[in-house]
Nanobody, 117 residues
Framework: QVTLVESGGGLVQAGGSLRLSCAAS????????MGWYRQAPGKQRDLVAA???????NYVGSAKGRFTISTSIAKNTVYLQMNSLKPEDTAVYYC???????????WGQGTQVTVSS
Protein backbone atom coordinates (compact mmCIF):
# COMPACT_ATOMS: atom_id res chain seq x y z
CA GLN A 1 0.00 0.00 0.00
CA VAL A 2 1.36 3.38 -1.04
CA THR A 3 1.59 6.21 1.49
CA LEU A 4 2.00 9.80 0.35
CA VAL A 5 2.89 12.63 2.74
CA GLU A 6 2.67 16.25 1.58
CA SER A 7 4.42 19.23 3.10
CA GLY A 8 5.29 22.80 2.24
CA GLY A 9 1.95 24.52 2.30
CA GLY A 10 1.33 27.77 4.12
CA LEU A 11 0.32 31.40 3.88
CA VAL A 12 1.95 33.59 1.27
CA GLN A 13 1.25 36.98 -0.25
CA ALA A 14 0.16 37.33 -3.84
CA GLY A 15 3.16 37.21 -6.13
CA GLY A 16 5.09 34.97 -3.78
CA SER A 17 6.28 31.39 -4.14
CA LEU A 18 5.91 28.07 -2.37
CA ARG A 19 7.33 24.62 -2.98
CA LEU A 20 5.22 21.62 -2.09
CA SER A 21 6.76 18.22 -1.46
CA CYS A 22 5.19 14.78 -1.56
CA ALA A 23 7.19 11.91 -0.12
CA ALA A 24 6.17 8.42 -1.21
CA SER A 25 6.64 5.27 0.85
CA UNK A 26 8.18 3.42 -2.10
CA UNK A 27 10.04 4.01 -5.31
CA UNK A 28 8.25 6.53 -7.49
CA UNK A 29 9.64 4.69 -10.51
CA UNK A 30 6.93 2.10 -9.87
CA UNK A 31 4.16 4.64 -10.40
CA UNK A 32 2.47 5.14 -13.74
CA UNK A 33 1.94 8.84 -13.01
CA MET A 34 2.24 11.23 -10.08
CA GLY A 35 0.38 14.46 -9.85
CA TRP A 36 -0.83 17.39 -7.82
CA TYR A 37 -4.51 18.25 -7.47
CA ARG A 38 -6.18 21.09 -5.62
CA GLN A 39 -9.57 21.64 -4.09
CA ALA A 40 -10.93 25.03 -3.11
CA PRO A 41 -13.87 25.31 -0.68
CA GLY A 42 -17.11 24.32 -2.37
CA LYS A 43 -15.36 23.21 -5.56
CA GLN A 44 -14.31 19.89 -7.03
CA ARG A 45 -10.80 18.53 -6.88
CA ASP A 46 -8.95 19.39 -10.07
CA LEU A 47 -5.66 18.33 -11.60
CA VAL A 48 -2.92 20.95 -11.48
CA ALA A 49 0.08 19.10 -12.88
CA ALA A 50 1.29 15.56 -13.51
CA UNK A 51 4.57 13.83 -14.28
CA UNK A 52 5.61 10.37 -15.46
CA UNK A 53 8.69 8.42 -14.34
CA UNK A 54 10.23 9.34 -17.67
CA UNK A 55 9.83 13.04 -16.91
CA UNK A 56 6.95 13.91 -19.21
CA UNK A 57 4.85 16.67 -17.68
CA ASN A 58 1.35 18.02 -18.09
CA TYR A 59 0.02 21.28 -16.71
CA VAL A 60 -3.58 22.36 -16.56
CA GLY A 61 -5.08 25.81 -16.84
CA SER A 62 -3.49 28.61 -14.87
CA ALA A 63 -0.64 26.39 -13.68
CA LYS A 64 0.98 26.66 -17.08
CA GLY A 65 3.96 28.99 -16.97
CA ARG A 66 3.79 29.51 -13.20
CA PHE A 67 4.09 26.05 -11.66
CA THR A 68 6.75 23.38 -12.18
CA ILE A 69 6.38 19.73 -11.24
CA SER A 70 9.52 17.68 -10.72
CA THR A 71 10.78 14.57 -8.98
CA SER A 72 13.71 13.29 -6.97
CA ILE A 73 14.11 9.59 -7.64
CA ALA A 74 16.64 9.27 -4.84
CA LYS A 75 14.23 10.80 -2.32
CA ASN A 76 11.06 9.19 -3.71
CA THR A 77 9.59 12.68 -3.74
CA VAL A 78 7.59 14.78 -6.17
CA TYR A 79 7.64 18.56 -5.93
CA LEU A 80 5.43 21.39 -7.07
CA GLN A 81 7.19 24.74 -7.36
CA MET A 82 4.58 27.48 -7.44
CA ASN A 83 5.57 30.98 -8.49
CA SER A 84 3.61 34.18 -9.01
CA LEU A 85 0.90 32.92 -6.71
CA LYS A 86 -2.55 34.45 -6.90
CA PRO A 87 -5.42 34.49 -4.38
CA GLU A 88 -7.32 32.12 -6.65
CA ASP A 89 -4.58 29.52 -6.07
CA THR A 90 -5.83 29.20 -2.50
CA ALA A 91 -6.85 25.58 -1.95
CA VAL A 92 -5.91 22.31 -0.32
CA TYR A 93 -3.30 20.67 -2.52
CA TYR A 94 -3.24 16.88 -2.76
CA CYS A 95 -0.57 14.55 -4.04
CA UNK A 96 -1.73 11.63 -6.17
CA UNK A 97 -0.02 8.48 -7.43
CA UNK A 98 -1.38 6.14 -10.06
CA UNK A 99 0.22 2.76 -9.56
CA UNK A 100 -1.67 0.96 -12.31
CA UNK A 101 -4.11 2.45 -14.76
CA UNK A 102 -7.64 1.31 -13.93
CA UNK A 103 -6.95 0.73 -10.26
CA UNK A 104 -7.67 3.18 -7.41
CA UNK A 105 -4.89 5.70 -7.04
CA UNK A 106 -3.21 6.76 -3.81
CA TRP A 107 -3.80 10.16 -2.19
CA GLY A 108 -1.98 12.18 0.38
CA GLN A 109 -3.70 13.93 3.25
CA GLY A 110 -3.46 17.36 1.63
CA THR A 111 -1.65 20.58 2.47
CA GLN A 112 -3.28 24.00 2.72
CA VAL A 113 -2.06 26.82 0.52
CA THR A 114 -3.45 30.27 1.24
CA VAL A 115 -2.56 33.26 -0.91
CA SER A 116 -3.46 36.67 0.48
CA SER A 117 -4.12 39.68 -1.70
Amino acid sequence: QVTLVESGGGLVQAGGSLRLSCAASGSILLFNTMGWYRQAPGKQRDLVAAITPGGSTNYVGSAKGRFTISTSIAKNTVYLQMNSLKPEDTAVYYCNAVVRVGEPSAWGQGTQVTVSS
